[in-house]
């Protein structure tokens, strides 16, 4: 009994106890602030389906109405030109066409006079000559301008772009353009969803020539 309360008295000191360091763990630390360094994700660019390219050509309009062959001669010219600007602008449309003094033309000789034709509501002005004779009479009808539809433009430059998603042609549904243009403004939106420029001619009989701008 004795041996055991020495015992217990000798482990007993008057220092104090050292502290025991706390050990640290991985959840306990302090995590860096510093930047990442994964990349950033860009956004792709998306594709677009292609316009169908057109496999038939632009229909040529129906007018009708044409004068007998042995109506006036100024009727039978007015419907000639009045037919002519409607298979140029591409679509059959009110069309009108006046030629002061065209009453006169049946006399021989030549004449020359200036004729206002008005499409759609759309008005420009030409010459026209006619060489005529006894029996038998010639006309030609020029003009530095012609009217067109955008429906027809359009047309023109999805045939020559093939990779095209959208046209897109800076002019009204029925435009009056002088055939010395530098053409009508088109920008076409690829697959690639790239913006492109390009330039639509119209030459007087109606045909659209396309070309990179």
């Given at each position: 009994m004795f041996v055991l309360a020495a015992f217990a008295l000798s482990s007993c000191s008057d220092s104090k106890p050292e502290a025991i360091p706390t050990p640290t763990t991985a959840s306990s630390s302090t995590p860096s602030s510093g930047p990442s360094s994964a990349p950033i994700p860009t956004a792709s660019t998306p594709t677009l389906t292609a316009l169908p390219t057109p496999s038939k050509p632009w229909p040529t309009p129906s007018v009708t109405g044409a004068p007998e062959n042995d109506a006036p001669l100024a009727d039978r010219i007015t419907f000639a030109i009045a037919k002519q600007a409607q298979i140029a602008a591409g679509k059959t449309a009110a069309t009108t066409v006046k030629c002061p003094g065209i009453d006169k033309v049946e006399t021989p000789g030549k004449h020359e006079l200036t004729c206002t034709v008005t499409y759609a509501g759309k008005p420009y002005t030409g010459t026209l000559t006619v060489d005529a004779k006894q029996y038998t009479a010639s006309y030609k009808f020029t003009s530095e301008s012609v009217a067109i539809v955008r429906a027809k433009v359009v047309d023109a430059v999805q045939r020559t772009v093939t990779d095209a998603a959208k046209v897109t042609c800076t002019m009204d549904d029925v435009a009056v353009v002088k055939t010395s243009d530098a053409g009508i403004?088109?920008?076409?939106?690829?697959?690639?969803?790239?913006v492109q420029p390009y330039k639509a001619q119209v030459s007087g009989n109606g045909q659209v020539l396309v070309a990179k701008a």
């Open positions: 403004a088109c920008d076409v939106t690829t697959t690639a969803n790239a």
